[in-house]
């Protein structure tokens, strides 16, 4: 038995009127889709007017391969991944923002102890946007966007050992970062784990 995804009909009309070039059908895929779509720039392209160029080329990419959309599968999804990989040939082409590492300040652990569970999702997406480029490209397909180690080699043109490597890492500093962010949320029970 083959499960099929009832898509709403106004995505599937909006999609088949752009197909067809109607300019305000693609104003409302733009409308629809570009605050999320722009968020997934700017978790890669700290620049906002470079990442900004990067969905503006995104969606014209979405609008160019519409025909190969077959209405199958999340087309939010597709759109993302289209924008992701906008993201990766930007960097691609930028190397010298991939090759920041800080390898000194990942290597040192932190202590565990001091971590709390308070912080919020949007606490933790300012640490991941502080991470190096390399790292925070690796962390953002593996860990937010769903990747294989494989797969990200294949995308970013690296040996799937540096892929797991820059995650290690980047997971590392990120712990970093957590800790000294409990430091200053909690200065005097630094040295107390609280339940």
Not at 113 to 142: A, C, R, W
Not at 156 to 174: C, D, F, P, V, Y
Request: charged share 30%; glycine share 4%; hydrophobic share 35%.
């Amino acid at each position: 038995m083959i499960l099929q995804i009832n898509r709403s009909a106004t995505e599937e009309t909006l999609v088949e009127k752009c197909r067809k070039n109607d300019s305000k059908a693609q104003r409302a895929l733009y409308d629809r889709y570009a605050s999320k779509m722009y968020a997934i720039c700017t978790r890669y392209i700290k620049d906002s007017s470079e990442a900004e160029d990067i969905l503006i080329t995104g969606f014209m990419k979405v609008f160019e391969k519409l025909e190969q959309f077959q209405m199958q599968g999340s087309f939010e999804g597709w759109i993302r991944k289209i924008m992701v990989n906008e993201c990766l040939g930007y960097i691609r082409k930028n190397k010298n923002m991939y090759l920041e590492v800080e390898i000194e300040k990942a290597d040192r652990e932190p202590d565990y102890q001091l971590l709390h569970t308070s912080l919020e999702e949007q606490d933790l997406l300012v640490m991941i946007d502080q991470l190096p480029m390399g790292y925070k490209t690796i962390f953002n397909l593996y860990a937010i966007e769903g990747y294989s180690h494989k797969e990200i080699a294949d995308l970013m043109g690296i040996s799937e050992n540096t892929s797991k490597s820059q995650l290690s890492r980047a997971r590392i500093h990120l712990q970093n970062l957590l800790a000294k962010s409990e430091r200053a949320i909690h200065p005097i029970n630094a040295n107390h784990h609280e339940s």
